[in-house]
């Protein structure tokens, strides 16, 4: 069951907007990463939770923790930021629940590099071609409940 769900990339708060128009009844924290275009008056203005924040640092959680994490391009965006993206992958392990879901959109080179992280941290994981002739690929996680 998802609950809370944290999208990294929040854009104009379009997954919070599917979430909603789905009738889902789940809490979503829109980030904007600082160094993109900062949306975050127009998230807030839809009556959308949301935050600024830098993803070469960690994310302050407490006491939440997240049944599903989104982001689209967020893996393009922190490499222009001389981001270590295996600390990226680390804090979103850290912040997501057990057998929770993490779906990362980017184009094929940072995508594949994330699926081999991703298999070293021990999630299962698979890269979905979306097949509409562009170099964009979903990368679908899950946490074990239990590491191996």
Known sequence: MVRNVMDMNAHY?????????????VWVMNVVPLG??????LILDRGFAGILHNW???FPTYPRTYDMIHANGLLSH??????SMLELLLEMDRILRPEGWIILSDTLGPIEKARMLATQI??????????NGS??????CQKPFTRK
């Not at 708060?13 to 009844?25: I, Q, V, W």
């Open 13 to 25: 708060g379009g997954l919070n907007a599917a979430m909603l128009e789905a009738s889902k009844s």
């Open 36 to 41: 993109a275009r900062n949306t975050l008056p």
């Open 56 to 58: 070469c640092e960690p």
């Open 78 to 83: 922190i490499s222009s930021q001389d981001c």
């Open 122 to 131: 021990r999630w299962e994981a698979r890269v979905i071609d979306l097949q």
């Open 135 to 140: 170099d964009q690929r979903l990368l679908v």
